[in-house]
Nanobody, 113 residues
Framework: VQLVESGGGLVQPGGSLRLSCAASGFAFSMYAMSWYRQAPGKEREMVATISGGGGRTNYADSVKGRFTISRENVKNTVALQMNNLEPDDTAVYYC???????WGQGTQVTVSS
């Protein structure tokens, strides 16, 4: 199982970023996928989750209306579109699959002027 995140970086408050996670080594479409984040000195928290078929999503209250999770099962990828970013969104963002609870290595998102 391999999960590889990309798309992180430095962005100004109010800006946008799109994270992507490329998955391999398991039956991607059968498993829920999630994005988590961990800020310095804080516990890791769930940001967004999407069901295997993509029909159901769930978001942390702090990102509702700003972030959108999506997946392309043909390409074995899951994305997180992040709009109207705030300094409190600064964190390492991780991709996770419910298949054996596997995680990616993380990608840094920094929101700062």
């Amino acid at each position: 199982v391999q999960l590889v995140e990309s798309g992180g970086g430095l962005v100004q408050p109010g800006g946008s970023l799109r994270l992507s996670c490329a998955a391999s080594g398991f039956a991607f479409s059968m498993y829920a996928m999630s994005w988590y984040r961990q800020a310095p000195g804080k516990e890791r928290e769930m940001v967004a989750t999407i069901s295997g078929g993509g029909g159901r999503t769930n978001y942390a209250d702090s990102v509702k209306g700003r972030f959108t999770i999506s997946r392309e099962n043909v390409k074995n990828t899951v994305a997180l579109q992040m709009n109207n970013l705030e300094p409190d969104d600064t964190a390492v963002y991780y991709c996770r699959t419910s298949y054996r609870d596997r995680w990616g290595q993380g990608t840094q998102v920094t929101v700062s002027s």
